[in-house]
């Protein structure tokens, strides 16, 4: 039995105030979880938002950020204007204005976009409709295995999963792939599912190209990289 997409992880230095403007731009409901702040997901099923405590500055882009639809110019219109009323801002990625795009930045500098109305490969994923990531095609290879959700894209180097159910994607643009630049500031949680063996999960995650990462977690949580070098969590469950 697979892993299951437990959160999205954010490190910030002040965790609540991240999660205060997360739960305001996306409308989810903030909540206390035993290690930290997270925002639950709607209707109680998908993956929770999460927001852990951090220290590291943010010395360079994010390989990941979530792109957030819009219904139509006037929705996404609205969801820059709470974003930027929240404290978020603009920013320069070299963005082109004929993409319809906006590009900007939370208040820890974590970047995402608000997609203009009518894309059609974020239709029906709901208002986070994908985790967009810097990664190999091997890396999207490697996630549709770990949480056994299908590839919906496989073009080129890029890739793109989605959960069965349907809702956010997980996307990869292929190379040339961001440098890292100090820990992940965005990272993926997995949930072991109650009554499995979390060893022979981690034994079937490397045999699909994890690695075991060197940072210290808590006895509740495994650190494991991805085959590009991505930390993520895996979570017994409790």
């Not at 949930?191 to 979390?198: K, M, Q, T």
């Amino acid at each position: 039995m697979t892993s299951q997409l437990y959160a999205i992880c954010f490190r910030a230095g002040r965790p609540s105030d991240l999660a205060e403007f997360w739960a305001g731009v996306l409308g989810r409901e903030p909540g206390e979880g035993p290690d930290g702040v997270v925002l639950l997901p709607p209707g109680g099923a998908g993956f929770l938002i999460r927001f852990l405590p951090g220290r590291e500055p943010k010395t360079g882009r994010n390989r990941a950020h979530f792109d957030l639809t819009s219904t139509s110019p006037e929705d996404q219109r609205a969801t820059v204007a709470r974003a930027l009323a929240l404290g978020g801002h603009h920013i320069d990625v070299g963005q082109l204005p004929e993409e319809g795009h906006v590009v900007l930045a939370d208040p820890d500098g974590n970047e995402f976009c608000v997609i203009a109305p009518g894309n059609t490969f974020l239709a029906g994923t709901g208002f986070v409709g994908a985790l967009a990531c810097d990664g190999t095609r091997e890396v999207g290879l490697f996630w549709s295995a770990a949480l056994g959700w299908p590839l919906v894209w496989d073009q080129g180097q890029e890739t793109a999963i989605q959960s069965p159910e349907g809702g956010t994607k997980i996307t990869w643009g292929g190379p040339p792939v961001a440098p890292q630049t100090g820990a992940d500031r965005i990272h993926l949680e997995l949930l072991v599912p109650a009554g499995a063996d979390r060893d022979a999960e981690v034994e079937r995650l490397i045999a699909l190209g994890a690695r075991r990462s060197g940072a210290t977690t808590g006895t509740d949580h495994l650190a494991l990289l991805d085959p590009d070098g991505n930390e993520f969590t895996l979570r017994r469950p409790g």
